[in-house]
């Protein structure tokens, strides 16, 4: 039987990881083993991880978003603290956190000297912490400035201020572009109407104003007006608030960069675990698991191989591991979550083969 990962026993943390015992379980966490949380936040995960890895491991943990970072430095100091009191904290940090975006995880890594990682855990998407952040534009039901950016406060991976928020798209965009990232990235079927109201009303300003009137586009459905399947439960400018953080974060871009260098640098051994929140990010991650479990990839129509591909990767997981209905029932956020694991090879010769655990 698994051994049920430790809950938080620290005050002054609200945060419910997602998908917690599943995720240690994937990653298979050892004592004295390397892991690196690639989506830190506030440190739910990693405080589980640290735990299970001390005395003797080491965690890296990275996030765009400096607010955050500090909620989790004193969450899993208070981890390092309590081993260190029971004299089984190693000589040296047990964890080390950086400013950054994972897709900048090869970079981030080397300029630590960082041994190889025994496990890697991408958490994607919004946090709670975020959401519920005054002043950063991502909740649809707080007043606040089309911003919606991960670091406000911090360089790019280019080593840019991240400069685009969601009012320079809002405002600035062209029709075509707005139609673009709210169909592409919102999956939204209202996209071309949504982009004419917008174009109809700019300047808008504030989160409240755009979801108002997204909600009044046609086909929309105000929360609570009693009328159709999104009646109090999905607000209509769910999809269009998504798209705009995805268009202002490259959140999409970065997953395909932070996948292929977190399949590149992990251990042979080593478990790659991914929760997303939405197709789009779960197609990305699905695809990118299937072709590097495969060996040739050349296109059908070429007789003989000439690509040289190997399999990198044996998925573990068949299908999507979803949460279980009490862990939803007490935290309704993680409804929408799907996790993918899959573990690197050994060997280029070995044949991946799926397993669940």
């Known amino acids: 039987m698994e051994k049920e990962p430790p809950s938080s026993q620290y005050r002054g943390f609200s945060h419910r990881p997602v998908l917690l015992r599943e995720t240690v379980q994937y990653l298979v966490v050892q004592r004295g083993g390397v892991y690196i949380d690639c989506t830190v936040g506030e440190g739910g995960h990693s405080e589980a991880i640290l735990q299970a890895c001390l005395p003797g491991g080491w965690l890296l943990g990275i996030d765009p978003d400096s607010q955050a970072l500090e909620r989790a430095r004193q969450r899993l100091e208070q981890v390092s603290d309590l081993q260190r009191a029971e004299g089984l904290r190693r000589h040296g940090p047990s964890f080390t956190l950086v400013q950054g975006s994972y897709a900048r995880l090869e970079e981030i890594t080397r300029s630590l000297g960082c041994p190889e990682p025994?496990?890697?855990?991408?958490?994607?998407?919004?946090?709670?912490?975020?959401?519920?952040?005054?002043?950063?534009?991502?909740?649809?039901?707080?007043?606040?400035?089309?911003?919606?950016?991960?670091?406000?406060?911090?360089?790019?991976?280019?080593?840019?201020?991240?400069?685009l928020t969601a009012a320079d798209v809002v405002n600035d965009y062209s029709f075509d572009d707005l139609v673009r990232v709210i169909s592409s990235y919102g999956e939204e079927p209202r996209a071309r109407s949504i982009a004419r109201a917008i174009i109809r009303q700019r300047p808008l300003r504030t989160t409240?104003?755009?979801?108002?009137?997204?909600?009044?586009?046609?086909?929309?459905?105000?929360?609570?007006?009693?009328?159709?399947?999104?009646?109090?439960?999905?607000?209509?400018?769910?999809?269009?608030?998504?798209?705009l953080r995805i268009e202002v974060n490259s959140e999409l871009d970065n997953l395909r960069a932070g996948l292929k260098q977190a399949i590149s640098i992990l251990k042979p051994g080593g478990r790659l675990v991914v929760i997303s929140y939405h197709s789009l990010e779960d197609r990305i991650v699905k695809e990118?698991?299937?072709?590097?479990?495969?060996?040739?990839?050349?296109?059908?129509r070429v007789p003989v191989c000439i690509c040289g591909h190997t399999p990198t990767l044996k998925v573990l997981t068949r299908r999507v591991v979803k949460p279980l209905p009490e862990e939803?029932?007490?935290?309704?956020?993680?409804?929408?979550?799907?996790?993918?694991?899959?573990?690197?090879?050994?060997?280029?010769?070995?044949?991946?083969?799926?397993?669940?655990?």
């Open 328 to 357: 939803v029932r007490i935290n309704p956020r993680s409804r929408s979550a799907c996790m993918r694991a899959s573990e690197r090879l050994t060997y280029a010769t070995e044949q991946p083969e799926s397993t669940e655990i």
């Open 288 to 300: 990118a698991f299937s072709r590097e479990a495969k060996g040739c990839v050349c296109p059908p």
């Open 208 to 243: 409240l104003e755009l979801a108002e009137l997204v909600a009044g586009v046609g086909g929309g459905r105000r929360p609570g007006s009693g009328r159709g399947r999104r009646s109090g439960k999905i607000h209509p400018a769910t999809r269009t608030f998504q798209a």
């Open 118 to 163: 025994d496990g890697i855990l991408l958490d994607l998407g919004l946090s709670s912490f975020q959401l519920e952040s005054e002043g950063r534009g991502f909740s649809l039901q707080r007043e606040a400035p089309l911003d919606m950016r991960f670091d406000p406060d911090t360089t790019s991976s280019s080593g840019a201020r991240q400069a």
